[in-house]
Structure formats: structure tokens, C-alpha cells
């Protein structure tokens, strides 16, 4: 592999697909390259860097050779996805941050998704079979979710979070300090609206009383709960359970074993099965 320090074109909307290093991640970089050299090639697309934007600064910089490796992408859709793909599989990413890298590609994933449905219409009215086609039951948002490893439930909370979330807040999800599900609850409990305080009434039917009183007991209105409603609430608990545990064993290393972060991965483990029994159970009942 040929090694020189290459003048290459630093497109910003492709660096901007890869979350940025944080600081003491560039610096472990940089001491890498200034003690080893540059031992990976730059991916390229033309004389455009796909993958590399970091090290081709510092290389730059320090005037250090470094190897490019060429890569063909039928447009920049297809690079970003790549760029995507790659970053997923290669970095340590919270979530958060896995979802912030795809929801940039929610329009164009939506645009291919739409194309390739219509191709898959033309082609079965055409008889051929060898256009690929997506599940007519597929939408871009799963497939987004899916991208990231996440559910399409916290991959809609993300994109709210993203819209509303001031910087601090997008940063401590970064870092992992705060769960998508906390910050999500916390967004919108600020949104809901305070209730006016009602004005005791002179006059209430003798029934509404009896209520207020407490001499009657209060009863619920029981009804079935809707599909979309079971599926929510499950999802909401295995959210909430897997950020839990994730938390707890990004703790649980071999120099960090200790009894108390065991017993507490246990306790959470108990307390999610007895939420999940509570919940199928008042949905049977119902």
C-alpha cells in the first residue's frame, strides 16, 4: 500500500454523519498515529473521504504518509448509509448517539423505501420477479430502528428529544448520565399543561357526594386494552429495564465486580418480571 500524505476533499455533510470523537478520544488517536503511524487506510469515494475525516487532519498536521483504500457508492445516500453501517459496528456507541447517527437519514431511508415499493408494484404487474421488494407492511422508521439496534419506541423518543432537548441534556445522553427514557419523561412532563384548579361546586347530584365523601367506593370503568395499547406499555417497561441494565453492567468490569453492583443487576432482574406480570395480568383481567 502506497503511503504519502494525499490532498483529499473533505466533504462536511458526509464527516457530519459519524458522531465526533470526544476529546480525550482525539488525543488517544493522535498519540497513536504520532507513535505508529497512520496504520489503517483512508476510505475514499473518488478523492472524497468517506471514512478517516480525524486522521487525515492530524496526518495533515504532523505531515504524516498514510494509505487511502478507493470505494464506489452510486451516490451519497449510499455513502452516508455505509458510513452508518461501519460506524455502528466499529464504535462503542451509547443508544442515543446510535440513533442520532440515523435519524439524519429518516428522509432519504423513507425516499428509497417509497421507490423500491413502487418498483416492487411495477414488477409483479410486469411478471418480473427480479426487482427486490420490500414487506409492504415495512416503514422507514423500522428500518431506522432496526439500524440502530434500538425498538421504533425509543427511536421516536430519541427524535422527540432531539427537537426539544436543550445541549446539556443531548450531552449527558451522549455520555450515557441520562437515559433516553428519563430524559423523554422529564420533556414531556414540562409540556403537559397544568390543570386549572376547579371550584368547589354548592350543589352536586347526591351520587357525586356519596363519592366525594367516601361513602360510596370508587370503581373504575374496566375496558380491553387496545393492541396498540398492550404493545406500548410493554414497551415502555422493557425500555426502561434495558437502559437499567445496561447502566449496571457497563459498571461490571473484571476490576469492578463488587457484591453490591451484582445484587443490584439482580434486583433489577426481579423487578422487571414482577412489572411484566403485573402488567399481562391487569391486561388479561381487563
Known amino acids: 500500500m502506497d503511503k504519502k500524505v494525499y490532498e483529499l476533499v ?7 454523519v459519524a458522531p465526533p470523537l470526544a476529546e480525550n478520544e482525539m488525543e488517544i488517536l493522535k498519540a497513536d498515529i504520532l507513535e505508529h503511524g497512520c496504520k489503517f487506510p483512508l476510505i475514499v469515494w473518488g478523492d472524497t473521504i468517506v471514512d478517516g475525516h480525524n486522521r487525515y487532519r492530524i496526518c495533515k498536521e504532523e505531515g504524516i504518509p498514510f494509505g487511502i483504500e478507493q470505494m464506489e457508492f452510486s451516490d451519497k445516500t449510499e455513502a452516508k448509509l455505509w458510513i452508518v453501517k461501519n460506524q455502528l459496528g466499529r464504535r462503542n456507541l451509547k443508544d442515543f448517539q446510535r440513533c442520532e447517527m440515523v435519524l439524519p437519514l429518516e428522509n432519504e431511508i ?3 423505501v417509497d421507490n423500491r415499493k413502487r418498483e416492487g408494484i411495477s414488477a409483479a404487474r410486469s411478471g418480473d420477479q427480479k426487482v427486490h421488494k420490500f414487506a409492504p407492511s415495512q416503514k422507514s422508521r423500522e428500518i431506522l430502528a432496526e439500524m440502530a439496534g434500538v425498538s421504533y419506541t425509543t427511536l421516536d423518543k430519541v427524535k422527540v428529544i432531539i427537537g426539544e432537548a436543550d445541549e446539556e441534556t443531548l450531552q449527558k445522553l451522549r ?3 441520562l437515559k433516553i427514557h428519563t430524559a423523554y419523561t422529564q420533556l414531556k412532563k414540562k409540556d403537559k399543561p397544568k390543570k ?3 371550584e368547589p361546586e354548592e350543589d352536586k347530584p347526591p351520587v357525586v357526594a356519596a363519592y366525594l365523601e367516601g361513602s360510596i367506593p370508587f370503581e373504575p370503568v ?3 386494552a387496545t393492541l396498540d ?5 410493554f414497551d415502555e417497561l422493557l425500555d426502561s429495564w434495558r437502559e437499567d441494565v445496561e447502566d449496571l453492567l457497563g459498571r461490571l468490569t473484571e476490576e469492578n465486580t463488587t457484591e453490591e453492583l451484582i445484587k443490584a443487576l439482580h ?6 418480571h414482577k412489572e411484566m406480570t403485573k402488567a399481562i395480568g391487569g391486561l388479561t383481567n381487563e
Open 10 to 16: 473533505v466533504d462536511e455533510e458526509l464527516e457530519r
Open 110 to 112: 423513507k425516499a428509497e
Open 175 to 177: 455520555s450515557g448520565e
Open 196 to 198: 386549572p384548579k376547579e
Open 222 to 224: 374496566q375496558r380491553d
Open 229 to 233: 395499547e398492550m404493545e406500548a406499555e
Open 267 to 272: 434486583t433489577k432482574l426481579d423487578n422487571f
